[in-house]
């Protein structure tokens, strides 16, 4: 092949892996040859998707699919014969060529006209969804935008991914150039949305993804052909040109070294949204989740990747056609159920809130058990979630009365036989209290909380839940009666990771090497204006009580208030008489976090220099830090998605506990500013300080 030609037929570009985890990369045709012994192994699950949908579509296109119910219990039961669709991929191999003149795989070969207008051209990092995971796009690499490139591989698994998930809100093109409404991007139909997915090897997947399709599954449509006019909303002719659809135009412009740098971008064909109720009768919809009024379900409902409850109780509700209502249909006539991956993107005009990647085993999904429990944990979710007015959705928060429950509330107890086999009241008693136990430390707002909560609660069930049983080690009233220092050490625990642990991911290290160094052991430099600078003297004033044994008692205080607020204690009192009036919250919060900091590690550093998202990027075990460790990530994601500094407190501590732990400091005064000014503005630059490898200056 030239070096201007990249098939996906023959090119190795699918990570996959075999039963003993060994890496193997292979070409679309490879990868159907070898189906029956490699996974899908890529660690983006918007791209897993993808691939998935495109071996689909392949697979269809060659006549692999089967053409009635009773094929497909046998192809489920007996496996897939997937020769046909690689020989069908080798044989239209210029179908998938990314550089093709004429007809380039999923792109406009009509925008070559375009290609030598400068203000036409967009660098390819615009394509990249994951720069905007959590943040605007390309927060990431905007400053890299001129020297950035991208291999032929990558260039077309950003291709696939934009096909598939492309995010909605204005593109940076001029319509004069690329015609009426081209700059208006409308999302594809599965962003926003959960896609069902099967799991297992290739041909596990490929066995329960191709299902029968009423009047065959149609023609694919490898590149893109202008179809009705600009801003008409379509529906797709067939489930192969669903699978196909092109919701963006593209172009890909390859430099002669085997790179791409620069791509055309515009609005392509906008996919109607059905009605709800009736959504499965469309193509291009089977494989997504709905609720019980037919629509599909939100991908803001799936609030972590261990978050089932949403899931099951989606499951039970596919309507007729779809893609779980078919499988579950096979499952009875069968007895064989596939493990199944629910992929969601959760997404704001071109800010991508959040991917999910959640995996439902098997034998949660036979069990109607499971998806019965599941609606009982949503229907107190629900519950709790109708006493806040202003809540972003009605999954599982209240801000106003405090009553938050955790991400994934109630989602581990659906692994539990004792509670599936409960009743219903039984079960609504549980996560009751459960629910009652997640307290705001405030006695009155854990006071306003229970009954706001009992109140919510107890019309799900006939009798009130028993009283949740107490035991000494984990009362709140007791624990920090005496305030000795090292109690403090383990007053919260910690979803954090240790270093110690093993991690067995993948990936590369991601953070920096100067992360790990944060900054001298006396107190802040101060600038001219030092006195006029609060932040910096809440540090210092701290930082003399830790070192005057007369003064110990007061940081004692300090270190209590942070996990058990008490505003009118002396060391409240006198710490913040250095803060503004307006600041005292902030104030108070950042001493007590620093004396919480002191108080777990007695003989460590006081002051740093790293701001603390920065510091973040720090945290992890093994081969996973920062932005590539879960654990890591959602504690970042969960404290700049909430809107007021007051609720950080839970996070910060277990933030601040996590480096203290590990001889990591923090920059106390840069805290306090980011406090008492937080704001939109301060909740980005949080985010891009732990998500960007590299900033542009060292305080970003």
């Given at each position: 092949m030239s070096a201007l030609s990249f098939s996906l037929a023959g090119e190795?570009?699918?990570?996959?892996?075999?039963?003993?985890?060994?890496?193997?990369?292979?070409?679309a045709a490879q990868a159907l040859d070898d189906a029956g012994s490699v996974f899908l192994a890529t660690s983006d699950p918007l791209l897993r998707a993808a691939t998935v949908r495109l071996l689909t579509a392949l697979a269809y296109a060659a006549g692999c699919g089967p053409r009635t119910q009773a094929a497909y219990h046998r192809q489920v039961t007996d496996g897939v014969d997937l020769t046909a669709a690689a020989a069908w991929t080798r044989a239209h191999h210029a179908h998938l060529d990314l550089f093709d003149r004429e007809r380039p795989f999923f792109q406009d070969a009509s925008l070559h006209a375009l290609a030598g207008i400068p203000e036409a051209v967009q660098p390819v990092l615009y394509l990249d969804m994951t720069a905007a995971i959590g943040r605007p796009l390309l927060a990431d690499d905007?400053?890299?935008?001129a020297s950035r490139l991208v291999s032929f591989r990558r260039a077309a698994e950003l291709v696939l991914v934009q096909q598939m998930w492309a995010v909605g809100g204005r593109i940076a093109v001029p319509s004069a150039l690329f015609g009426p409404r081209s700059n208006y991007g409308s999302p594809a139909q599965a962003c926003g949305n959960v896609v069902w997915q099967p799991a297992g090897t290739i041909a596990d997947q490929l066995a329960w993804q191709l299902t029968p399709v009423p009047d065959g599954p149609g023609t694919p449509q490898w590149t893109y052909q202008p179809r009705g006019e600009p801003g008409q909303r379509l529906l797709p002719d067939s489930e192969c040109d669903a699978l196909t659809w092109h919701p963006r135009r593209l172009l890909l412009l390859p430099d002669a070294d085997g790179h791409v740098t620069r791509a055309l971008i515009a609005q392509g064909w906008i996919q109607a949204r059905p009605e709800p109720g009736s959504s499965a009768a469309f193509p291009g919809n089977r494989d997504q989740a709905y609720t019980d009024d037919g629509r599909s379900l939100d991908a803001a409902r799936i609030t972590g990747d261990d978050d089932l409850a949403p899931l099951l109780e989606s499951w039970s509700y596919a309507p007729e056609g779809s893609w779980a209502h078919i499988v579950q249909g096979a499952g009875r006539a069968t007895g064989r159920f596939p493990d199944v991956a629910a992929t969601a993107l959760a997404a704001?005009?071109?800010?991508?809130?959040?991917?999910?990647?959640?995996?439902?085993?098997?034998?949660?999904?036979?069990?109607?058990r499971a998806t019965t429990a599941a609606g009982d944990v949503m229907d107190v979710r629900r519950a709790l979630g109708r006493l806040s007015p202003g809540r972003l959705n009605e999954a599982y928060k209240d801000a106003t009365l405090g009553t938050t429950v955790p991400p994934s509330f109630g989602s581990d107890l659906l692994r539990d036989p004792a509670f599936l086999a409960a009743s219903r009241r039984q079960r609504i008693g549980t996560l009751s209290r459960l629910a009652h136990a997640v307290h705001p430390a405030d006695p009155l707002?854990?006071?306003?909380?229970s009954g706001a909560g009992v109140g919510a609660v107890m019309p799900l069930t006939d009798t009130p839940?028993?009283?949740a049983p107490r035991t000494d080690t984990t009362d709140d009233t007791q624990e920090f009666t005496l305030f000795p220092l090292s109690a403090l050490a383990s007053a919260t625990s910690s979803d954090l990771p240790d270093n110690d642990v093993p991690d067995d991911s993948p990936h590369d290290l991601g953070w920096d090497d100067d992360l790990f160094t944060t900054a001298d052991t006396a107190a802040p430099t101060a600038g001219t204006d030092a006195e006029s600078n609060p932040g910096m003297n809440l540090a210092r004033q701290v930082g003399r009580w830790a070192a005057n044994p007369h003064h110990r008692d007061l940081v004692t205080a300090l270190a209590a208030h942070a996990v058990r607020p008490a505003p009118h204690t002396p060391a409240v009192a006198k710490i913040t008489l250095l803060v503004p009036e307006t600041h005292q919250e902030a104030g108070a919060l950042t001493a007590a976090l620093?004396?919480?900091?002191?108080?777990?590690?007695?003989?460590?550093?006081?002051?740093?220099?790293?701001?603390l998202p920065r510091l973040m990027r720090a945290f992890g075990s093994g081969r996973s830090f920062g932005p590539d460790?879960?654990?890591?990530?959602?504690?970042?994601?969960?404290?700049?998605?909430?809107?007021?500094?007051?609720?950080?407190?839970?996070?910060?501590?277990?933030?601040?506990?996590?480096?203290?732990?590990?001889?990591?400091?923090?920059?106390?005064?840069?805290?306090?500013?980011?406090?008492?000014?937080?704001?939109?503005t301060v909740r980005s630059r949080w985010a891009t300080l732990f998500y960007t490898a590299r900033p542009t200056s060292p305080k970003n």
């Amino acid at each position: 092949m030239s070096a201007l030609s990249f098939s996906l037929a023959g090119e190795p570009w699918i990570e996959t892996a075999d039963a003993r985890g060994r890496p193997r990369l292979l070409s679309a045709a490879q990868a159907l040859d070898d189906a029956g012994s490699v996974f899908l192994a890529t660690s983006d699950p918007l791209l897993r998707a993808a691939t998935v949908r495109l071996l689909t579509a392949l697979a269809y296109a060659a006549g692999c699919g089967p053409r009635t119910q009773a094929a497909y219990h046998r192809q489920v039961t007996d496996g897939v014969d997937l020769t046909a669709a690689a020989a069908w991929t080798r044989a239209h191999h210029a179908h998938l060529d990314l550089f093709d003149r004429e007809r380039p795989f999923f792109q406009d070969a009509s925008l070559h006209a375009l290609a030598g207008i400068p203000e036409a051209v967009q660098p390819v990092l615009y394509l990249d969804m994951t720069a905007a995971i959590g943040r605007p796009l390309l927060a990431d690499d905007r400053y890299l935008l001129a020297s950035r490139l991208v291999s032929f591989r990558r260039a077309a698994e950003l291709v696939l991914v934009q096909q598939m998930w492309a995010v909605g809100g204005r593109i940076a093109v001029p319509s004069a150039l690329f015609g009426p409404r081209s700059n208006y991007g409308s999302p594809a139909q599965a962003c926003g949305n959960v896609v069902w997915q099967p799991a297992g090897t290739i041909a596990d997947q490929l066995a329960w993804q191709l299902t029968p399709v009423p009047d065959g599954p149609g023609t694919p449509q490898w590149t893109y052909q202008p179809r009705g006019e600009p801003g008409q909303r379509l529906l797709p002719d067939s489930e192969c040109d669903a699978l196909t659809w092109h919701p963006r135009r593209l172009l890909l412009l390859p430099d002669a070294d085997g790179h791409v740098t620069r791509a055309l971008i515009a609005q392509g064909w906008i996919q109607a949204r059905p009605e709800p109720g009736s959504s499965a009768a469309f193509p291009g919809n089977r494989d997504q989740a709905y609720t019980d009024d037919g629509r599909s379900l939100d991908a803001a409902r799936i609030t972590g990747d261990d978050d089932l409850a949403p899931l099951l109780e989606s499951w039970s509700y596919a309507p007729e056609g779809s893609w779980a209502h078919i499988v579950q249909g096979a499952g009875r006539a069968t007895g064989r159920f596939p493990d199944v991956a629910a992929t969601a993107l959760a997404a704001n005009k071109k800010k991508i809130l959040f991917r999910r990647d959640v995996l439902l085993p098997s034998d949660l999904l036979a069990d109607a058990r499971a998806t019965t429990a599941a609606g009982d944990v949503m229907d107190v979710r629900r519950a709790l979630g109708r006493l806040s007015p202003g809540r972003l959705n009605e999954a599982y928060k209240d801000a106003t009365l405090g009553t938050t429950v955790p991400p994934s509330f109630g989602s581990d107890l659906l692994r539990d036989p004792a509670f599936l086999a409960a009743s219903r009241r039984q079960r609504i008693g549980t996560l009751s209290r459960l629910a009652h136990a997640v307290h705001p430390a405030d006695p009155l707002r854990r006071a306003r909380r229970s009954g706001a909560g009992v109140g919510a609660v107890m019309p799900l069930t006939d009798t009130p839940p028993a009283p949740a049983p107490r035991t000494d080690t984990t009362d709140d009233t007791q624990e920090f009666t005496l305030f000795p220092l090292s109690a403090l050490a383990s007053a919260t625990s910690s979803d954090l990771p240790d270093n110690d642990v093993p991690d067995d991911s993948p990936h590369d290290l991601g953070w920096d090497d100067d992360l790990f160094t944060t900054a001298d052991t006396a107190a802040p430099t101060a600038g001219t204006d030092a006195e006029s600078n609060p932040g910096m003297n809440l540090a210092r004033q701290v930082g003399r009580w830790a070192a005057n044994p007369h003064h110990r008692d007061l940081v004692t205080a300090l270190a209590a208030h942070a996990v058990r607020p008490a505003p009118h204690t002396p060391a409240v009192a006198k710490i913040t008489l250095l803060v503004p009036e307006t600041h005292q919250e902030a104030g108070a919060l950042t001493a007590a976090l620093l004396a919480y900091h002191h108080s777990v590690s007695p003989r460590g550093r006081i002051y740093g220099s790293t701001p603390l998202p920065r510091l973040m990027r720090a945290f992890g075990s093994g081969r996973s830090f920062g932005p590539d460790h879960r654990d890591t990530k959602n504690t970042l994601d969960r404290m700049v998605r909430t809107q007021h500094p007051g609720q950080l407190r839970p996070h910060l501590v277990r933030t601040v506990r996590y480096a203290a732990t590990h001889g990591l400091v923090p920059y106390w005064p840069a805290l306090f500013d980011d406090l008492a000014g937080w704001d939109q503005t301060v909740r980005s630059r949080w985010a891009t300080l732990f998500y960007t490898a590299r900033p542009t200056s060292p305080k970003n």
